[in-house]
């Protein structure tokens, strides 16, 4: 993706939150929680990180690892998968 800011991300493991890139966590999203990328990325000892705006919970920088981009509404097998993953 060229420009991520604006775009929609899922979190696709829990997610701790921090209060800057590689700050100091004050919260986590659990699996599936959806957000709006509005900054970043910030690069510290090479890991990416994002400021999201979640649609409920804390908001802060995230890892890139941590959050995957939302093209679209995800499918009944994404939905799967996505749990899958967070067991």
Do not use: C, H
Request: hydrophobic content about 35%; overall charge negative; aromatic content about 10%.
């Amino acid at each position: 993706m060229s420009n991520p800011i604006g775009a929609s991300v899922v979190s696709i493991n829990k997610t701790d939150v921090y209060d800057s890139p590689g700050g100091k966590k004050i919260g986590s999203q659990k699996v599936s929680s959806r957000g709006t990328i509005l900054q970043g990325p910030v690069e510290i000892n090479g890991q990416k990180y994002w400021y999201v705006d979640y649609n409920s919970g804390p908001d802060g920088w995230v890892k890139e690892s941590d959050i995957a981009y939302l093209d679209s509404e995800p499918n009944v097998i994404e939905r799967f998968l996505i749990w899958v993953l967070s067991i």
